[in-house]
């Protein structure tokens, strides 16, 4: 099983961009797919949920920026980042996970990405 995210890159502060990860080796269509980020001298943190009925969920810092959609016949799941900040300056892993896990905790999740940076220049 892997999950292969992609789409990160440098960005002026206010530009967009769009993430992908597909997965391999099993489909996830009855799990929930998310990201996180990891800053500079920070820790993981949730950054986006969708469920497998579609359900979503965000973090604040990113609610009414970014969004997270699925395509279950692709399985692959994106999210579009835009009004980018600095701040939002992390490497972004994508995640799989069962329902009924903590949905913003690494912990909920058993599949994981190798990461995308995304670098936002102000």
């Known amino acids: 099983v892997q999950l292969q995210a992609f789409g990160g890159g440098l960005v002026q502060a206010g530009g967009s961009l769009r993430l992908s990860c597909a997965a391999s080796?099993?489909?996830?269509?009855?799990?929930?797919l998310g990201w996180f980020r990891q800053g500079p001298g920070k820790e993981r943190e949730f950054v986006s949920r969708?469920?497998?009925?579609?359900?979503?969920y965000y973090a604040d810092s990113v609610k009414g920026r970014f969004t997270i959609s699925r395509d279950n016949a692709k399985n692959t799941v994106y999210l579009q980042m835009d009004s980018l900040k600095p701040e939002d300056t992390a490497v972004y892993y994508c995640?799989?996970?069962?329902?009924?896990?903590?949905?913003?905790?690494?912990?909920?999740?058993?599949?994981w990405g190798q990461g995308t940076l995304v670098t936002v220049s102000s």
């Open positions: 995640a799989a996970g069962p329902p009924g896990r903590p949905w913003s905790r690494a912990t909920g999740y058993d599949y």
């Open positions: 080796g099993r489909t996830f269509s009855d799990y929930a």
């Open positions: 969708v469920s497998w009925t579609g359900s979503t």
